[in-house]
């Protein structure tokens, strides 16, 4: 078969997202699109061109078995692949974690509230970040026009010599964005580039992983997140 | 079937961000890509496959490669759930198109005459898909005999020789209709910038 002429890929791209390409011409087709951007591109826009065909076929509840075979396949990869390398989003337990840190967080708005004001009471964002246990761990806030992240351990942080911690902001969508390394400390003021009501804009949450020392090598979480919590914006 | 587009958008726009999750090996976001749009991709593989052990396998293996490459879905590029529905389709496809070099005509003969007691018929779903949007008049400037090709070919799955047996017509005839009403929608649909 001549894929060459563009109109030729076009109505074999045509004919292989219809589904009336036969066996063999069909796996070869897909073998070849996906080594040629022009077939794949072919490929993509024929199904942005008769997806919404699909719109009215009746959903069908499928069986609770199927999620529980996908997820025995899943887990069964990752304990093979890697032990150790789970990712800043491998845990379910973030999110449960989040969901736990709304106690977390009173306590925090009480600590917040009760310090003294050493100015006008002003726009802040306060984070509480705890452990999978739910017990804060470390407090970040900011003021809304203030261009530095405060960030205070509330119990002793130990990363182990050859770790760092890493502060990430975890945007609604997209990758996590690093906000810079805690110190072992636990007392740290990490510059923003632009005021924190805007830095932190779109941002539902932070969380802290370990990674090797001197922060990830990726720009994204290796190690696992060792707290977490949601950015509450007090204004 | 009524779509209100901006529930829609937003609809998308949250499994986008759940997909993108799942790039990053959030289990739960997949475990909620799964809860949103399961029933649908289900009902896609179980219109091609009609059978359940089959379409439940096919909608396993392609969760299960959701999982390893969500990282390959570039949101600019397509709907989430036009990706997420081809992954099914591609693989329903891919299984019916290997029985058919494995089993004697006699399975194709089943496969079309079963066509006719199925409901709703592709025809109807075909308008009815078109409905919400600008595909409907495309479709609607198709022939009779290429309109019901596609739409056998689109939620059957049918092939071009199993088009041919369930229209009775001969296999040239079918395969021009299909190719011909292909062009049409293509035109129609791009002239009318519904496609991106």
Redesign the interface.
């Known amino acids: 078969m001549n894929y060459r002429t563009p109109e030729r890929a076009?109505?074999l791209a045509?004919?292989y997202?219809?589904?009336?390409?036969?066996?063999?011409a069909?796996?070869r087709f897909?073998r070849l699109a996906r080594s040629d951007g022009v077939l794949a591109d072919a490929i993509?826009?024929w199904?942005?061109?008769?997806?919404?065909?699909?719109?009215?076929?009746?959903?069908?509840?499928?069986?609770g078995?199927?999620?529980t075979?996908?997820l025995a396949?899943?887990d069964r990869?990752?304990v093979a692949s890697a032990a150790e390398r789970?990712?800043?989003?491998?845990?379910?337990s973030?999110?449960?974690g989040l969901a736990l840190a709304g106690f977390a967080t009173a306590i925090a708005l009480v600590l917040v509230l009760l310090s003294p004001p050493l100015e006008a009471p002003e726009a802040r964002l306060v984070v509480v970040l705890a452990g999978q246990d739910a017990k804060p761990a470390l407090i970040a806030s900011a003021g809304r026009s203030g261009r530095l992240l405060t960030i205070k351990a509330v119990t002793p942080l130990s990363p182990g010599a050859d770790r760092s911690l890493q502060l990430w902001a975890l945007p609604?969508?997209?990758?996590?964005r690093s906000l810079g390394l805690v110190p072992a400390s636990g007392i740290a003021q990490i510059a923003l580039p632009v005021a924190a009501g805007s830095a932190l804009e779109n941002i539902p949450a932070l969380a802290v992983s370990l990674e090797p020392r001197g922060g990830s090598p990726t720009g994204?979480p290796t190690g696992p997140v060792l707290y977490s919590g949601p950015v509450q914006r007090l204004y | 079937?009524a779509?209100d587009p901006a529930r829609q958008l937003e609809r998308s726009?949250r499994l986008?961000?759940l997909l993108?999750?799942t790039a990053?090996?959030?289990?739960?976001?997949?475990?909620q890509l799964?809860r949103m749009t399961?029933?649908?991709l289900?009902?896609?593989a179980?219109?091609?496959l009609r059978e359940?052990a089959a379409?439940?396998e096919v909608?396993?293996e392609s969760?299960?490669n959701v999982?390893?490459h969500a990282g390959s879905y570039v949101a600019a590029?397509?709907?989430p759930?036009?990706?997420l529905?081809?992954v099914v389709?591609?693989r329903c496809?891919?299984r019916?198109?290997?029985r058919?070099?494995d089993t004697v005509n006699i399975d194709d003969e089943e496969h079309a005459m079963a066509i006719a007691d199925r409901s709703?018929m592709p025809l109807e779903?075909?308008l009815?898909?078109?409905?919400?949007?600008a595909?409907r008049r495309c479709?609607e400037t198709l022939d009779a005999g290429p309109k019901q090709a596609?739409a056998l070919?689109?939620?059957q799955?049918?092939?071009?020789?199993e088009?041919a047996r369930h229209l009775k017509e001969p296999l040239g005839t079918v395969k021009s209709w299909?190719?011909r009403g292909?062009?049409r929608?293509?035109a129609c649909?791009?002239g009318a910038g519904?496609?991106?």
């Open positions: 076009d109505a045509a004919q997202v219809l589904g009336t390409m036969p066996a063999r069909r796996a897909a993509r826009a199904e942005d061109r008769l997806s919404p065909l699909g719109q009215s076929v009746p959903p069908i509840e499928p069986p078995r199927v999620w075979a996908i396949r899943i990869g990752r789970r990712t800043v989003w491998a845990s379910v973030l999110w449960r609604a969508t997209g990758n996590p994204l | 079937m779509v726009a986008m961000e993108a999750r990053l090996a959030d289990q739960s976001a997949f475990e799964y399961s029933s649908h289900y009902g896609v179980m219109r091609i359940s379409a439940e909608l396993q969760f299960v999982w390893h590029r397509s709907q759930l036009t990706w529905t081809s389709r591609n496809l891919d019916l198109r290997r058919d070099v709703p779903l075909l009815s898909g078109a409905e919400a949007n595909v479709v596609i070919a689109f939620y799955g049918l092939s071009h020789s088009l299909v190719r292909l062009e929608l293509k649909l791009d519904v496609h991106r």
